[in-house]
């Protein structure tokens, strides 16, 4: 099919922008966003965007955790003849300048949730590895990803109460990624559900005034990482930026006692590099989160990433994260909001993480579904 966005440059093969890659219906466009105060008070900001090029669908989510209650949005629509415009419903993403400043507006809708922000990078933005996987001879993941650490500002409203935001006092991180992404299938208004075993994964990104880390890694035996990629970012007082790939990575997990779901108390991080010390991370994991379930991640209520609804589908609800049914339902993948320490410096991020059944170093919180 042919499109408006077919006159501008950017094609990457003989096919139309309607078309991405072989075909294949999972190639998927992702942003991600999240936010948070500096000072830890219990509020996280998570909104998303996916563009699936050959099933001819866009959707979206954008949700708040406030104490502990989580509000959440989500909506969905046919791309028409107007593809790459990265808005769905009431919710739109503005790249102002790339890899530097971006717009994200949430106008008026029945979720009672609102925003006007701006994410500011902070550090350069960091190429992860490629992730590629076959299973049984086939391509089950083939997909790039950009971490970027940030500030934001703007403004929030959530159930009436309005917040402001600046640089100064609300920090976070973004993500952008494209490819074949494996697919979730964790919910339970849609079975079969996925099984998962024998792993350990995290993928976390913090940041303090002078110094930003991301990592991503995947272990079946512990030290032993099938998938490592990590980067630290350091600004001496000249005002230039130094990088480092991390080469190794080590964890000690200390887990709370959660009797609703995976939930990490405290831990230390290590990341190891070709030149120069360490860079040791330590951890302690505040109350806040937000479960990514409130997004679609693994599918909620019978609604998955890239599912067609329709020209327009709209959704919102709200969850007492107290509440063990929910929890249930929401799993363990969540941005936790963690406080960090390093080299004496202090700061803050957020780390998603999950144990599966049979990896032998964290038994403890394997009787909770890693994902």
Not at 79 to 88: D, I, K, S, Y
Not at 178 to 198: K, L, V, Y
Not at 327 to 333: K, M, P, S
């Amino acid at each position: 099919m042919i499109t408006p966005q077919d006159d501008l440059l950017g094609h990457q093969t003989p096919g139309t922008f309607a078309q991405a890659g072989n075909g294949d219906p999972r190639f998927t466009e992702r942003y991600w966003y999240t936010a948070h105060p500096v000072d830890g008070t219990p509020l996280i900001i998570d909104i998303g965007l996916g563009y699936y090029p050959n099933r001819g669908v866009m959707d979206c989510f954008a949700g708040v955790t406030v104490g502990r209650t989580q509000h959440n949005f989500r909506a969905s629509r046919q791309l028409g003849a107007n593809p790459l415009e990265t808005a769905v419903g009431p919710l739109r993403l503005v790249m102002v300048q790339g890899l530097q400043e971006h717009r994200l507006t949430l106008s008026d809708n029945a979720s009672g949730l609102s925003f006007d922000l701006t994410f500011e990078a902070s550090f350069p933005a960091a190429q992860e590895k490629q992730s590629f996987r076959e299973r049984k001879g086939q391509v089950d993941e083939d997909l790039a990803r950009v971490a970027q650490l940030g500030r934001y500002r703007g403004w929030l409203v959530v159930d009436g109460v309005r917040h402001e935001l600046t640089p100064s006092t609300w920090w976070g991180q973004r993500d952008r990624s494209w490819g074949i992404r494996s697919e979730m299938r964790t919910d339970f208004a849609n079975p079969p559900m996925q099984q998962h075993s024998n792993f350990f994964w995290t993928w976390s990104m913090f940041q303090c005034e002078t110094v930003g880390v991301s990592i991503f890694m995947k272990e079946r035996e512990a030290g032993k990482p099938y998938y490592l990629s990590g980067a630290e970012f350091v600004r001496p007082p000249d005002g230039s930026v130094r990088k480092r790939e991390a080469v190794s990575a080590t964890h000690d997990i200390q887990w709370a006692d959660d009797p609703l779901g995976q939930s990490m108390e405290s831990a230390t991080l290590r990341l190891d590099f070709e030149e120069g010390p360490p860079r040791v991370l330590q951890l302690q994991a505040l109350p806040t989160r937000f479960y990514l379930k409130g997004g679609l991640y693994g599918g909620y209520g019978g609604w998955n990433h890239g599912d067609d609804r329709g020209v327009y589908a709209q959704a919102h609800d709200m969850w007492n994260l107290d509440d063990a049914q929910t929890r249930e339902r929401a799993r363990t993948l969540s941005d936790h909001v963690v406080r960090v320490t390093t080299d004496g410096l202090s700061g803050i991020g957020i780390s998603e993480y999950g144990v599966a059944q049979g990896f032998a170093r964290y038994p403890a919180p394997q009787r909770f579904p890693a994902l």
